[in-house]
């Protein structure tokens, strides 16, 4: 019988290598955590809500309501793309979620220019046939439909969040925490911005001089 003979040496060397690659990959994730929670740590934070604020503020500033240019946005919207445009300058762009909105406007610039050129060309041109066309069903549907529950769920969650359309499932969920709890730090510094305008306002109408009585006419 051939007897199997091992190597203790061998078998101590990839104890330690393993050991080592265990002890490496607990401390990335420790580090990973921590930086978690220092970010969502610091959207809780009053400096980091007056300094939303202030980028808040100088962003509704620079909308033009009446713009001349054809793909700006105008009325609530505009008011919309100027916050999370203003959060996202906020996060330094350490996240995918903001560096997808800072980069959104111009790709929707370049697109709608895109859009305008092929309707002129589309128009220009004239189609010989007026037949009815069938509606498509589209595959990505059928697609999504047999999908499991969950994935479409982590579907659905990475359309709503920026930038995580086509990413994995921890990377959705890293980007969606963080995004969150921006948000809850966006309504709330937008609902003191409220407040005040709404309060300066009825200070001033307080303060304005109650209008005079006309004198009475003598017959």
């Known amino acids: ?5 091992t190597n203790p040496v061998t078998n101590t060397n990839s104890d330690r290598s393993k050991r080592k690659k265990k002890k490496k990959s607990m401390i990335k994730e420790n580090q990973q955590s921590q930086s978690q929670n220092q970010n969502h ?3 809780k934070s009053e400096a980091q809500q007056q300094i939303y604020s202030s980028k808040l503020l100088q962003a509704l500033s620079q909308i033009s309501l009446n713009s001349p240019s054809p793909w700006a946005p ?21 996240t995918r979620w903001s560096r997808t909105i800072l980069t959104s406007r111009l790709k929707l610039k370049f697109r709608k220019q895109k859009r305008q050129r092929g ?22 549907k059928l697609k999504a439909k047999s999908l ?14 920026p930038g995580c359309r086509k990413q994995p499932l921890p990377v959705i969920l890293e980007e969606a925490t963080d995004y969150i ?35 009475p006419t003598s017959q």
């Open 41 to 43: 740590a610091r959207w």
């Open 148 to 161: 499991p529950t969950v994935q479409r769920k982590v579907k659905v969650l990475g359309r709503l969040v």
């Open 119 to 140: 309707s002129a060309a589309a128009v220009g041109a004239v189609t010989g046939s007026s037949r009815s066309k069938k509606p498509r069903v589209s595959v990505l």
């Open 1 to 5: 019988m051939a007897s199997v003979i």
């Open 74 to 94: 105008r009325g609530g919207r505009a008011v919309r793309e100027a916050a999370n445009r203003a959060l996202a300058v906020a996060a330094k762009g350490r």
């Open 181 to 215: 709890a921006a948000l809850e730090m966006q309504v709330r510094a937008m609902s003191t911005l409220a407040e005040l305008l709404s309060g300066s306002g009825s200070a001033i109408s307080s303060s304005a001089p109650p209008p005079q009585s006309p004198p």
